[in-house]
């Protein structure tokens, strides 16, 4: 019979980092939302956001953070500003094989996540503040960081 689990309870501390014998507590969070980490678990798809360093499981596995790619060609946006909204259209894939699995809209003190499913029409609606960078998940081209939601292509522009 294992201890561990029960040592972890106890404690209160991640069982892998116990075991490792190394517990490592992060730096304070700072609160600047601008240094957002994105994170998705390989085996269920699960979707986790961090403001500062973290060690995050899923599915019994240790996830690393996702870093931005250099594949914007990739993944051609288009943004309309309707009502109070930005209305985000991507020409991209949305196969079971290759599809955008998410888009965040990050501003201030915001986080605004949409979860994208294969099949799906590929759009989102943000609420319109300017300034603010979005991030698009690809499950083969990885993320995307548009460091202003300026850089689309505005629909008035085609």
């Given at each position: 019979?294992?201890?561990?689990?029960?040592?972890?309870?106890?404690?209160?501390?991640?069982?892998?980092?116990?075991?490792?014998?190394?517990?490592?507590?992060?730096?304070?969070?700072?609160?600047?939302?601008?240094?957002?980490?994105?994170?998705?678990?390989?085996?269920?798809?699960?979707?986790l956001?961090?403001?500062?360093?973290?060690?995050?499981?899923?599915?019994?596995?240790?996830?690393?953070?996702?870093?931005?790619?250099d594949?914007?060609?990739?993944?051609?946006?288009?943004?309309?500003?309707?009502?109070?909204?930005?209305?985000?259209?991507?020409?991209?894939?949305?196969?079971?094989?290759?599809?955008?699995?998410?888009?965040?809209?990050?501003?201030?003190?915001?986080?605004?996540?949409?979860?994208?499913?294969?099949e799906?029409?590929?759009?989102?609606r943000?609420?319109?503040?300017?300034?603010?960078?979005?991030?698009?998940?690809?499950?083969?081209?990885?993320?995307?960081?548009?460091?202003?939601?300026?850089?689309?292509?505005?629909?008035?522009?085609?």
């Amino acid at each position: 019979m294992s201890l561990w689990p029960e040592l972890s309870a106890i404690l209160d501390v991640d069982m892998v980092q116990l075991m490792e014998g190394e517990i490592t507590p992060n730096k304070p969070d700072s609160g600047n939302i601008d240094k957002v980490r994105f994170y998705v678990c390989p085996t269920c798809g699960n979707i986790l956001v961090s403001t500062g360093s973290a060690s995050i499981l899923c599915c019994g596995r240790k996830l690393e953070q996702i870093l931005p790619t250099d594949s914007s060609d990739a993944i051609k946006i288009t943004v309309e500003e309707i009502d109070t909204d930005y209305f985000v259209t991507f020409d991209h894939p949305m196969a079971k094989e290759h599809y955008i699995s998410f888009v965040a809209y990050i501003k201030s003190d915001r986080v605004f996540l949409n979860r994208l499913y294969p099949e799906q029409s590929p759009t989102c609606r943000f609420p319109l503040t300017k300034g603010g960078k979005l991030y698009v998940y690809c499950i083969k081209h990885g993320l995307v960081v548009y460091s202003d939601i300026r850089q689309a292509r505005f629909r008035n522009e085609l």
